[in-house]
Nanobody
């Protein structure tokens, strides 16, 4: 059984910073990639940032230069450092991981989400 648990959300001031963490646990043999997504009310879920196990990163244009994603392969954790937060960053943030538990196939798992609210 694989679990992804996000933490670190909450209320932050406009222009502030916050770090989200996602910890993967269970019978994980290998992680291919991990991503952070977000969904604001009335909007579709969108990719914020992703990182592969070899360190290749991808960011949404709206967060480039402000957010940084990092992966600790030894601990199966991924962090999202968010700086210069804007009101439009308010959303529920989800992490997902593409990983394998049996080295035969890779599957996508999702966390339960954590709320980030940027206030003025």
């Amino acid at each position: 059984q694989v679990r992804l648990v996000e933490s670190g959300g909450g209320l932050v001031q406009l222009g502030g910073a916050m770090t989200l963490s996602c910890a993967a646990s269970g019978s994980i043999l290998s992680i291919y990639a991990v991503g952070w997504y977000r969904q604001a009310p009335g909007n579709q879920r969108e990719l914020v940032a992703s990182i592969t196990s070899n360190g290749n990163t991808n960011y949404a244009d709206s967060v480039k230069g402000r957010f940084t994603i990092s992966l600790d392969n030894s601990r199966n954790t991924v962090d999202l450092q968010m700086n210069s937060l804007k009101l439009e960053d308010t959303a529920v943030y989800y992490c997902d991981a593409v990983l394998t538990t049996d080295q035969r196939e890779y599957k996508t798992y999702w966390g339960q989400g954590t709320q980030v609210t940027v206030s003025s």
